[in-house]
């Protein structure tokens, strides 16, 4: 508590805001100010302040806000360390989970059952720290999401939402307290297709695969363009920023493609972040706050998504001397104009494990190639498309160019490059692997493969590298079988991310930040955009509630320098 005198001190008003929110609560500040004021002499010409009319604006603001958000009188912390917040103890846990079962009816809707904790608190898909939640959560509507983080807030538990548990990043980890899991998987409800309008309503928990297939199946001939992991869903789609293979023609989630969501705010609130619109001036883009946020300001329960029409597309491959050749070509193609739905980069460690793998009918050339998918209205314009990608390809050395003679080799040679994981996987017997992306300029893209590739065959590790080329998203898969070549696993992944920074580029294109990338932001973003997300944070969940330790990294001061 503040000592009677301390309002003296206090000059600029953000010493004074700063200060305040060091207090435990806010009745220490009204005591105190109450004290100050019943000692204050009357005010004279000389001895007038304004301090105490500000205080007064901004204790009844900050009570306002805390009584109408939360229901009781708690300030936003200076910090976002999941230290600095105080969580409920494991009684106020099980009380919670005993609240939870009477206020849904169904025996399914709420579990504790040790298999359910450990498949949300782990992933085959990363070597991030695994981290059980307390209890497992199924809503099937927005009224039941408010119902859980109310839950939530009454009893201090954090609160991670999952989506469809794909994440490289470890997004969905439990934290040090446990906490509640929100498993999205029950809202997975295409709610009204309008196909005049090229736009769509979904629940989160609706995968992008099975959006297109129904939307095949009855036949209206759109799709949604955003392509990544086979078993994605719109909620973490948006969540994590995604792309895929797709995003040189059609951007990615940070694009136009989620036009609006329905979203539970920390504090219960229901909010629809604008109307179905294609396009709107009216304020900031609010929607945008939320892509990429990774749950950490909202419980995503209903998104209207973009459509785009369905084009006829045809496959070629061809091959090059290097990487350096394979990306300059690409420039070049993509500065012609053509019609380029994707453009994939498979280096020639990856085409070596293609033929390893065994699954393709071809036998590929082992050297550095480029995966193209061409698209246009017509026959005779993807015919035009693939003379003209031809032509260019050869001026940098490009041979072997196969266009696909049918749709069905069309598709083979695609899923060739889709099956990287399993493919990659061939090059070292009884290996896992580990798969992060970077991206950076595409200019940047031969020098950063290049010297990304000489890193890691100094290092003794097995490994290859595929990238949406088009748009300089690179990745990488690298192999290991022990927990000494894992270790020299991360180092190399390190080494690539900052590589990637120095070359203007990003820690990660397209998988999130999740626990995995958040020790880079500073270093990428700059400490006050770092800060100013954490205003944003510390503003909509001033408990420190929803997915604590993701995204948001350790402040500058104590963050742990690697050497």
């Known amino acids: ?14 010493n004074l805001c700063t200060n305040l929110a060091r207090s435990r609560s806010i009745k220490q500040h009204a005591l105190t100010f109450s004290r100050r004021q019943s000692s204050s002499v009357p005010f004279t010409r000389s001895s007038r302040s304004w301090s105490p009319i500000i205080i007064g604006f901004i204790a009844s603001g900050l009570i306002g806000y805390s009584l109408s958000a939360f229901g009781k009188p708690y300030l936003i912390s200076e910090a976002l360390e999941e230290t600095e917040h105080k969580y409920g103890t494991p009684k106020d846990f099980e009380q919670a989970i005993r609240e939870l079962r009477a206020l849904f009816d169904s025996d399914d809707a709420v579990s ?23 209890v497992i959560v199924y809503p099937k509507s927005t009224e039941d999401v408010v119902k859980i983080v109310k839950t939530a807030v009454k009893y201090r538990m954090p609160l991670t939402p999952f989506s469809g548990g794909t994440c490289l990043e470890g997004s969905y980890r439990g934290g040090p307290v446990g ?11 295409i709610i009204e297709i309008h196909e005049a309008d090229s736009d769509l309503v979904c629940q989160p928990g609706v995968g992008w695969m099975e959006i297109n297939e129904t939307l095949q199946k009855k036949g209206i001939p759109l799709f949604f363009p955003l392509d990544p992991g086979p078993g994605a869903t719109i909620g973490g789609m948006m969540s994590t920023g995604c792309s895929g293979t797709n995003a040189v023609r059609y951007g990615t989630a940070k694009g136009e493609w989620f036009l609006n969501a329905t979203v539970v705010l920390p504090s219960g609130e229901v909010i629809k972040t604008r109307q179905r619109a294609r396009k709107s001036a009216a304020g900031f883009d609010t929607t945008k706050l939320f892509i990429g946020a990774e749950g950490t300001l909202g419980i995503i329960t209903e998104v209207t998504i973009r459509l785009a029409p369905v084009l006829p597309t045809t496959v070629a491959v061809v091959h090059f001397p290097d990487v350096k050749h394979a990306t300059e070509a690409v420039i070049d193609v993509m500065n012609h104009g053509v019609g380029i739905q994707c453009v994939e980069l498979c280096d020639s460690e990856f085409m070596r494990s293609i033929n390893l793998f065994g699954a393709s009918q071809r036998k590929y050339p082992e050297q550095d190639s480029l995966f193209f998918k061409f698209q246009g209205p017509t ?16 001026k940098y050395g490009g041979t072997g ?7 069905k080799e069309a598709r083979d040679l695609w899923a060739d490059r889709k099956n990287a994981l399993y493919s990659g996987l061939a090059l070292l017997e009884g290996s896992r692997g580990w798969s992060t992306d970077v991206c950076v300029p ?31 998203n690179f990745h990488t898969l690298l192999l ?21 920074i120095k070359l203007e580029g990003t820690c990660t294109g397209e998988h999130g ?37 993701k995204l948001y990294p350790d402040r500058i001061d104590k963050k742990l320098k690697r050497s």
Do not use: W
């Open 1 to 14: 508590m503040f000592p009677p005198s301390c309002f003296q001190r206090l000059r600029p008003s953000i």
């Open 112 to 134: 504790t059952h040790p298999e359910d904790l450990r498949i949300h608190g782990y992933s085959e898909n990363d070597y991030h720290p695994s981290a059980p939640h307390t």
């Open 179 to 189: 906490g509640i899991c929100v498993d999205m998987s029950s809202m997975n409800k």
């Open 379 to 394: 026959s005779a314009s993807l015919a035009e498309t693939a003379k003209i990608v031809k032509e260019t390809v050869q």
């Open 401 to 407: 160019f196969e266009l696909a003679r049918s749709e």
């Open 442 to 472: 595409v200019s940047k893209l031969p020098q950063l493969v290049y010297e990304t590739k000489k890193d890691l065959q100094q290092s003794g590790l097995v490994s290859i590298v595929i990238g949406h080329v088009g748009d300089g």
């Open 480 to 500: 290991f079988r022990n927990d000494k070549e894992l270790e020299s696993v991360r180092e190399a992944v390190h080494r690539m991310v900052e590589r990637a």
């Open 513 to 549: 930040v999740g626990i995995g990338k958040r020790e880079y932001l500073y270093e990428e973003l700059g400490e006050g955009t770092v800060e100013l997300m954490r205003s944003v944070k510390r503003t909509l969940d001033p408990l420190g509630l929803f997915n604590p330790g």
